[in-house]
Structures are given as C-alpha cells and as structure tokens.
RNA sequence: GCUGCUGUAGCUCAGCCGGUAGAGCACUUCCUUGGUAAGGAAGAGGUCUCGGGUUCAAGUCCCGACAGCAGCUCCA
C-alpha cells in the first residue's frame, strides 16, 4: 500500500463510519469487518447501487454488503446461475448462440440457439457440466469495453443475437461483460466472485421462446433453472413446487369430481353434481350481497344481432374473441359480456336522477373465443359467467359508487381468506373507442376514487377496457402466487353511444357513467383459483358434501339413516356410506373426498343417540349428541365458516 | 395462433429392436359384518384419440387432424 494513498471515509448500514484506502475493494470492506461476513458477502451496494465485491471504491460512500441469503443476494446468485448455464450449453453444444438470460422469480432463464430443440435428455447434462464448472471455481471478471470492441468479441463467437441486442437496443458507447474462463457475456451485473459460489441449482426444463418475444422471429430453447443460497432452500423449493403440483385445480377437479373438460367443446368446463354445488353456492353468497349493497338480479339473452355489436364497439374491438352465427337469414354473435344487454333495460323507461344509481348484476353466460394455446384449465376458459354487474350512475356518484365496491369486495374476499390485495389502476390501450378528454376524466375519477379511499396501487399503462380505465385487483393465494380477480371499469363510451340519459334534478337531460365491475370476477377462474387456494379443502360452507356418516356394519344403517336425515332435515348437504367397507376404509375414502366431517356410527352411538365425530384434519373426537352435532355443523355452515 | 412434448380400460399408468393388449384403483357379483386412512375372491370392461401412409404384419415407424400439457420479453 503506497503511503501516499487518499483515504476515503465509508458509511455503513449500522450507521457507523470507516476510513479506507481509496481502491478499496467492497470484499476489503467486508474482510475489514469480519470472517463471517466476508465469507457470505455476494455482492455490494454502494450508494444503493448494487456492484460486484470486486468493486474498487474511489471517493465517499455509503457501503452495504450483500449476502446471498438477502433478496438482492439470490438475484445475483441467480444471474450468475444464468451465465454458468450458458457456460455449459456453449461447451456441450459447440455453436449455440446465445440470447438473454434474466432472472426471474425463484430462479432464471437462459434463451439459446442451439440448431435444435433440446428434450428432456439435454437436461442433466446440462446441470453435470455446470456442476464441473461450479467446481473449478473459475474466477468472474468484469470488463468494461466500448461497444465497437464488445461487439469485435461477440462477432468471434458468432453471438448474433448479442450483437443485434447491442445494435438495437443499447444506446450507451460502452457495455460491460463478465468473464468466466472461456466464456464471456454481455451483461450488466453484478455478480458472484468466482463459479464456485453456486452450489445449490438445477435444471428444470426447457421450452420454446421466440427471440424478443417476437411471434415473427426465430423460435430458441429457453432453459428454466433455478438457484438458491443452500442446498436445503433447493431442496425447499422443489418440494414447495410438488406441493403446488399437488393442488393444481385440475387435478383436484378429477379427484374430487368437481368438473371435467371433453375435446367436444375445449375451453368450457362441464361442472358435475359436486362442482356445481360450489359453483351455486358463490352465486348464492353474491346474490345475498347484492340485496345488501343494492343491486338488482336480470336475467338478458344470449345472443343479438350483430348490429347491437357494431353500436358498442365489440365488432371493432373484440370480433377476433366473439363467436358469430348466422340463423334465420340474420347474423347473430354470441355475447363475450353483458354490458350492452344491460344498456337496453336501462334505455326501456325514461329514467329519472332519482333512479340512480342503478345496479343491474347479471350471472349470464359469456363466450370468448381465447386463442387455442391460451386456453387452461378453469383459469382461462372459453365459457363462463361472472358476478358481472353495471351500476348506472351520475357523474357525481362515481366516487361513492367504487367505494361501495370496495367495500364490497373487501368483505367478500374476507370470506375466502385472501387478504392484502394488489391495486391497479390501468388506463387507455391502443386500441380503444372514446375521445382523449373522456379517457382523461375517467382516468382521473377512477384515480381519486382510489385516494379517497386510502387504497395504494400502481399504474398499469395502456391495460385498461377498450371501452374505459380500470381497477384490478390481484389477489395472493396460500402459496403466494398472484390472481387477478376483481375489475372495476369506468365508462363514458357505451352510455353514448347507446344514447342513455337520465333527467336531472334540474330538468335537463343528462348523460349518465356506467361502472362495469366484477367482484368474483370470472365464476369459472375463481372456482380454480379458490379451489388451489385451500387445495380442495372446502369450508364447511362450500363443501359438497358437509358430514360422511359412516357406520361401522350393516346392523346399524337404520340409525345413520336417521342420524343423515336430520342432517339432511337442516338443508345439510350428507353422505351416507352403506357400503360394505370396513369403517377404517369409509374413513379413508371420506378423508380422500376431503369431507369436513365424518359421524362413525356402531353399537355405542345408536344406544346413546350419538355420533363419534372425525374431522378431516384427522383424529376421533370422540362421541357427541347427535342433537348437538346437528346444531354445531348447521350453525358453521351459516356462519360460512 | 406459434414451438415442443403427450394421447393405451372410468382413473393413474406399464407395454423392449414392429409380431393381434397389461397392472393397480374404481365398477359388478359373491364371501366377509368389521370401531378411525383401504378384508378376500371371481367377473366384466379396449376401434390403443381420429384419419391417412409405410410394411407380410403398426399401440409401436411416417404424415395430417383434434385434444391436453409446457412455453411464447419478468428486457444485456
């Protein structure tokens, strides 16, 4: 160290200051402070900006030290991951190009061209070789080049896709590129010191992508994998993934009965008997909130003539999602919403300000033609309803009208155990009906609505209706994972152009604003989304069948016909098991069906007039009065619990 | 829509280098009448998704259709 050399002062997280030779690297900063420390460092962030720990520091700064357990540390952790994964795809396959290779949640991809499309096979030799470079422990160097000399380096690789990355998109004259052994790529960084630092990754699988996402353009391998600190947060994770597997809706959907699809018409669920249950039993909870936040049920058709279509804007907005048929000599389209229905029963009487605002819910059933590779499960379907409604109101109301929703929606997903939902406020898509000024106050309404209401959220741009702006709400489920559910629209465009008015207070007429808004949003998406979300195990409430009475030989199906009856007797929903099982296999089939309860029923319980109580999270309860069985499992299922 | 993978009994799946189809569960019948996650036996059940082609011979190989699954910018 020169005696000459400037000392720098650096601020660390604790607040405490240090002083430094200056060219200080941030792994000297963290070997300064301890063992541990810089043993786990990753990373650094110097001035909030996140670099490589062989970053040399050259004036003041505040310092932090990025270990791979933090959030910032395993998105480096990952990014390297990326670059060891194309380190071994270009020894493997001499030739690959390369494309982009992001991190992504709970781990990264990598999108190459490797002359073919890669099988299943292709994967654990992928994962070997980078297991053989992690080994090596190669060394990671970052470069800073100017352009025109990154690009000379990639042209001797044949990197193509890196050099039109560099020519099209990065305006900047000099890029970075990380080294490691022979293997160099583009990339901003930061990353791990040396290959060895990953330790805990894998594989996961491969797809097709386009190049830039671009349906015209090349189609390349995109390889999954992910990366973790530990070999024990790997092993956490893929467990996590076949716990997820295990609750898949359509999985579920099959072993419990619930739906099926047939080829004869894809996209569109066929409920049975016990899905429909559930599926009855949402429109019933909406239903009792609709008489308690005012809205009124119609009933409208299924399809109208298609020049209905052509006054609302769908024809020139939506036709690629409609389905049309023409019938008496008279083209007809199968209605993909129920909004302009609802513009007729408004417009059928002369409407007065007093009438406002109008709630008119309609659970009809829609038909959008989703592309054919779009279409999955009961996530995304071809047929469906919503608990879709449109609150005709004035101007005036619209704040107070999105309140209500709100409130609303807020005690409906209570029920459903979602809570802290993600807002968004999405405004005009390119593709839209309706002047700049109208899309501006809608705009600005929805937006103060949302203040008003101290609700956070974030701007979607250009994701609203072509009709008008949107709220959306996202939902988390139990595994963490986001769902869109409810949308609040605001529309100034259909009201015009179905010409609907209303008679002021003072005598004029007057325009009004429709809200279209769904709470549920699509019943079909909620159903899966819901049905993941508690992996099968429905409330009491929503269970198709509530109680399993199970008895133990023939001798005493006479008492569980009774004990079943006076379930029944209560508008509970009950299976009697008069099989010939042994009672320890009814148990096992109740306990797969995943019902709530299971009255086992012999010797005992008949003369006490009792029930020996199971629950579906295991266990004999014990013998209860049939009496106060009846009461605890009627009062549970009012409850909606 | 595009790319790849898959399609065998009601369900989950096996079926080798092409030689006329198999298991477990479910179903039907019989035996068993049992106390908290599956008692036993017998039987029935298949145009191997559909349509073409190659072959003496196709569930198996090739082409096409349909359906399902995964993916199709989370911007170096």
Known sequence: MSTAATLIRVRLPDGSTREYPEGTTVQGVADSIGK????????????????????????????EIVTEERPEGLEVLRHSGAHLMAQAVRRLYPGAKLGVGPVIEDGFYYDVDVGRTLSPDDLPKIEAEMKKIAEEAIPVRRRELSKDEAIRIMQGRGEALKIEMMNQDIPDPTVSCYEQGEFIDLCRGPHVPDTGRLTAFKVLKATGAYWRGDQSKQMLQRLYGTAWATRKDLETYLFRMEEAKKRDHRRLGQELDLFSFQPVAPGAPFFHPKGAIVY??????????????????????????????????????????????????????????????????????KRSYR????????????????????????????????????????????ESEITGVVKMLTEVYTIFGFSSPRVC????????????????????????????????????????????????????????REHQLATIQLD?????????????????????????????????RFFGVYLEHCAGNFPVWLAPVQVAVLPIADAFNGYAREVAEALAGKGLRVKLDDSNHRASAKIAIAQQQKVPYMAVVGEREQRDRTVSLRERSGGDKGAIPLDDFVRRVTEENGARR
């Open 355 to 398: 009438e406002l605002p109008l709630r008119l819910a309609d659970f009809g059933r829609l038909h959008r033609l989703e592309q054919s590779g779009e279409i999955a499960g009961l996530t995304r379907v071809r047929s469906f309803s919503q608990d879709d409604a449109h609150i005709f109101c004035a101007p005036e109301q619209i």
């Open 280 to 349: 009855n039993l949402l429109i019933g909870l909406m239903r009792e909130l609709y008489q308690k936040y005012g809205y009124q049920e119609v009933v409208t058709p299924q399809i109208f003539d298609v020049s209905l279509w052509h006054t609302s804007g769908h024809y020139a907005n939506y036709k690629d999602k409609m389905y049309f048929t023409l019938s008496d000599e008279r083209e007809f389209a199968v209605k993909p919403m129920n909004c302009p229905g609802h513009t007729f029963i408004y417009a059928h009487s």
């Open 36 to 63: 541990r420390l810089a043993k786990a460092a990753i990373a650094g962030k110097v001035d909030g900006r996140l670099v490589d720990l062989s970053h040399a520091l050259r004036g003041d700064a505040s310092v």
């Open 492 to 524: 100034f465009s259909l009201p015009e152009r179905f010409d609907l008015r209303y008679t002021s207070a003072a005598d004029r007429e007057e325009r009004p604003v429709m809200i279209h808004r769904a709470i549920l949003g699509s019943l079909e």
């Open 425 to 480: 406020l999405c405004t005009r898509p390119e593709k839209s009906i309706g002047s700049e000024e109208m899309w501006q106050k809608a705009e600005a309404a929805l937006a103060a609505a949302l203040q008003a209401n101290g609700i956070a959220y974030a701007v979607a741009k250009g994701d609203g209706a072509f009709y008008g702006p949107k709220i959306d709400y996202q939902v988390r489920d139990a595994l963490n």
